[in-house]
């Protein structure tokens, strides 16, 4: 079955420096790869997905990338605010179902 | 649009006991339903699944099930609660037919003391 590998498990940013997660994944089978958000106490929020097809996808401060050949993708963010404080999770799957992996603790310092 | 109900938001359950949660999807019809468990500080697990009523897949053996009764109503049961099973509880569920967008109800803290 799937695994996926995320890195790192925290990561402290100054506001205004760029943040990178990065995710690997082992099915080559997978084909959707999302990232989710999450708050303190709160439901895992879609911000970003990528199809196996395309190899990069940005909206707005937030970017992803994926290699398809060495089965790793990634998070980019941007001019980071204080806002963008919160858990970050990747997930790889494909036909609905999805793998996440163990989170990253991002904290933006103002 | 779509939404999607869980409840209860909070629930504290002696060892033992039994335990029930429930979650609707409203604005679609035939989704792909799914109960997913967050330990505190962890990742994701992928509980049960279900692509259609009575159709149930389990990614992890454990004393819980689920169960779907209607198109949009999918159920966590458990007829007796172990301190372990303590975690955050979150249904979701994508469209299905090719659209893999997974959306999350609001979740249920479960305590089992």
């Known amino acids: 079955g799937e695994n996926v590998e995320q890195h790192p498990s925290t990561l402290s940013v100054q506001e205004g420096d760029s943040a990178v997660i990065k995710c690997t994944y082992s099915?080559?089978?997978?084909?959707?790869f999302p990232w989710y958000k999450q708050e303190l106490g709160k439901r895992p929020q879609l911000i970003i997905d990528?199809?196996?097809?395309?190899g990069e996808k940005k909206d707005q401060r937030i970017a992803v990338t994926l290699n398809k050949t060495a089965k790793h993708f990634s998070l980019h963010i941007t001019e980071t605010q204080p806002e963008d404080s919160a858990v970050y999770f990747c997930?790889?799957?494909?036909?609905?179902?999805?793998?996440f992996g163990k989170g990253t603790k991002l904290s933006v310092k103002p | 649009s779509q939404t999607i109900h869980q409840w209860p938001a909070t629930l504290v359950q002696p060892v033992g006991s039994p335990l029930s949660l429930e979650c609707t999807v409203e604005?679609?019809?035939?989704?792909?339903l799914y109960w997913y468990r967050q330990a505190a500080g962890r990742g994701l697990q992928l509980l049960f699944y279900?692509?259609?009523?009575?159709?149930i897949s389990s990614e992890v053996p454990q004393n819980l099930s689920a169960s779907r009764p209607q198109d949009r109503q999918f159920i966590l049961s458990s007829k007796k609660l172990l301190l372990s099973d303590s975690g955050f509880y979150l249904c979701?569920?994508?469209?299905?037919?090719?659209?893999?967008?997974?959306?999350f109800g609001s979740g249920t803290q479960l305590s089992v003391l």
């Open positions: 979701a569920w994508t469209p299905g037919s090719g659209n893999e967008k997974l959306f």
């Open positions: 099915d080559s089978a997978s084909n959707y």
């Open positions: 990528i199809r196996s097809n395309v």
């Open positions: 997930a790889a799957g494909s036909q609905g179902n999805l793998i």
């Open positions: 604005g679609t019809s035939n989704p792909n």
């Open positions: 279900s692509v259609g009523i009575g159709q």
